[in-house]
């Protein structure tokens, strides 16, 4: 994580079929909220068995993106928001998260 709350996370994709990340988000209260598509193209696509490192902004409120200091911690959430390219169903999965700030801030 950077010094501007930006984390990189390595998704990998472990179905049978391709999935498309269409969605994520970050932040310290485990809601779905501050979703956003994960690149500039609006969406990843992951085949199965492959996998693809995504950043995504950490939020502390709603609206109040995170920031600390080299050495620091965050411990909160990610959702992921995917389609399964074969059955066309939307899903969300989440899961807890800590990560210690050792860079500086950082663009996705």
Do not use: R, W
């Amino acid at each position: 994580m950077s010094t501007n709350g930006i984390v990189e996370l390595n998704l990998a994709n472990t179905f049978a079929e391709s999935i498309n990340i269409t969605a994520i988000g970050c932040n310290e209260n485990n809601t779905i909220s501050n979703m956003h598509d994960p690149t500039p193209y609006n969406s990843i696509v992951l085949q199965p068995e492959q996998s693809a490192n995504i950043y995504a902004q950490c939020y502390m409120t709603s609206a109040l993106k995170y920031a600390g200091s080299i050495g620091g911690s965050f411990t909160g959430y990610v959702f992921v928001n995917y389609t399964n390219s074969q059955a066309k169903l939307s899903t969300s999965i989440s899961g807890q998260l800590t990560a210690v700030i050792s860079t500086s801030q950082s663009e996705p």
